[in-house]
């Protein structure tokens, strides 16, 4: 049974405390490659949304003919 959150809610599940700016990273560079919206990219589990990422950086990294970091190894 998940615990009360502050204001009456409950918790949603998923990751707790990833950062913010790290969501928007993934949401933006996913949105601006495939244009998906963003319902359908905060739909995905943050696994399925990572995958993603790794897949348009393999992409852009085949295409490019370099060896670039994904998004996910910025930081």
């Known amino acids: 049974m998940r615990a009360p ?5 409950r918790a ?3 990751i707790i405390g990833y950062p913010l ?3 928007y990273e993934e ?7 495939f244009h998906w919206s963003y319902e ?16 348009i950086s393999k992409i ?5 003919g370099e060896k670039q ?3 996910l190894e910025l930081r």
């Open 5 to 9: 959150v502050r204001g009456g809610g």
């Open 12 to 14: 949603s599940g998923g």
């Open 21 to 23: 700016d790290r969501l």
């Open 27 to 33: 949401v933006a560079f996913i949105a601006y490659h």
């Open 40 to 55: 359908e990219i905060m739909n995905m589990e943050h696994r399925e949304r990572q995958r993603w990422v790794e897949e």
């Open 60 to 64: 852009n990294r085949q295409l490019s």
């Open 69 to 71: 970091k994904s998004v």
